[in-house]
């Protein structure tokens, strides 16, 4: 990106603390941390102010997209828009549908995701850890106890899976890198 495009999309970037700021917009996407309840309480909000033709979108890792849209009068147009760390880096959205998210917010988000993110796109069930943390949860934890038996040293297991695997990071890179919270938090609601 140039200068020009870069101050271009500067100057359309508006911070807000006032969630009255959110009344009319197409797409709001919360990003709140892994709290169920935060997250619930935000939609609710979001329900009530957002103009009725408004998509909600989750970023969450791990929460169910369920549950935050039965907390609105909108349960059809809640999606998950789940994006990776770093995420300027990161090429991968997961596009998270509920049993009763319509087509037609998936389209549109899926769209927002290719075209104005510059996303790749995957559409993933609302179960346990969609499809990247359903994969990537038991590997980051099987490190997490070989690192506790004993059996090898942090930087070993982050430097097999580089070295052997092709990975830019090891697991334990990748968990200090994601968060302890987080990573937590997605391994709790596997187990759920």
Known sequence: ???DAADAALARVRATLDIEDFADRDLVIEAAPEIESLKVDIFQKLDKIVKPSGIL???TSSIPLIKMANATQRPGQ??????FNPVPVMPLVEIVVS???SEETVT???DYAKNTLRKKTVRAGDRAGFIVNALLIPYLTSAVRMLESGYATAEDIDEAMKGGC???MGQLTLIDTVGLDITLAAAGFRRS
């Open 57 to 59: 979108a989750s970023n």
């Open 166 to 168: 092709g990975y830019p």
């Open 99 to 101: 049993l009763v998210t």
């Open 78 to 83: 809640v999606v998950g828009v789940h994006s």
């Open 108 to 110: 549109a988000v899926t």
């Open 1 to 3: 990106m140039d200068q």
